[in-house]
């Protein structure tokens, strides 16, 4: 058990991602309909930690930021760089942190150029020494995919513009503000998406059918199957199941029965939805007492009705009709 309680969910997602395999489908099927445009074997780890120092006018700046999974793609001599964040929560500054996280993705490579020019041939003309670049030098492209992997839909930004009070600019500026938006995949919505690598389209399939909590269509599709451990505690991780991750932890052979951890998860919420009815029971019968209680004091000091319906609205955070009701009900 103490090895399982170790276990953190963002880092076995980035485990997932970073397969090359996972890491290419998951672009291909997300942002061009299934068309392999990414390669696996062109793929080849980058450092995650994007960090910098901002130097503005004698005036210097750390800013921090480590992604969760970045990716070089080769074309040829070139290559594009791929970013990957893993998102639990909806977060309402999202298009800012992906703007941020890749302009410093940008940054770096401005200045190991910078450097590097430095080490070479001396620059050629003032406009080159001002900046570090020659009249050449181009950076790399680079795009970034947000995961959210929350039960509910999305209800945040989707792009800086979103995160801006549109209605207090003049028309006349608007056209002019530059937007930065977020490439964002979430579980909802994910069957238009055309993955074609069985851990991703599993990974999907399985995380929407639990959250609509039809696990009779797994146990259909998955009766006689069986997937990976790395699978099962990816899906443990993304949902924040330690039900399906101790279930993966425990399987053998690196293979999972996925019928049976969700049998487990099934049965395990099942309980959970008694406990809380209980606890929601006990909850509004100590309110309703409270109620009584306060009303049955008021009759008994013999102070008005309205009397007591302003104490329950102040004590017990009833609407004026609420109180009014329950006032009626026990100055009985």
Known sequence: MAVKNKLKPDIVLKNFWRDNDRFADLFNGSLFHGEKILQPDMLSESDTDVSSVLKFNGHAETLGR?????????????FVILGLENQMKVHYAMPLRNMTADALIYMKEYSETVKRNKQSEPLQNDAEFL??????????AVVTICVYYGETDWDGPYSLLDMLDLQHI???????????????IQIHGSEEYRFQNSDVQDFFEIMRNIYRRDYRKIEEVYKTREISTELGLAIGAAS?????????????????????????????????????G?????????????????????????APQETAVEK?????????????KYVKMYYL
């Open 66 to 78: 480590i992604l969760d999974v970045v990716k070089k793609s080769s074309y040829g001599i070139d």
């Open 131 to 140: 900046s570090g670049l020659r009249r050449e030098d181009r950076l790399h």
């Open 170 to 184: 003049p028309k006349q500026l608007r056209s002019f503000v530059n937007d930065y938006k977020i490439n964002l």
């Open 240 to 276: 924040e199941s330690t039900v399906l991750m101790n279930e993966a932890l425990k399987s053998r052979g690196g293979v999972m029965n996925m019928c049976t951890a969700l049998q487990e998860l099934e049965n395990t919420s099942r309980e959970k939805g008694r406990i809380e």
């Open 278 to 302: 209980k606890i929601e029971g006990r909850i509004e019968g100590k309110i309703e007492g409270k109620i009584e209680g306060i009303v049955k004091i008021c009759k008994d000091f013999g």
């Open 312 to 324: 329950l609205q102040k004590e017990c955070d009833l609407t004026l009709q609420d109180a009014r």
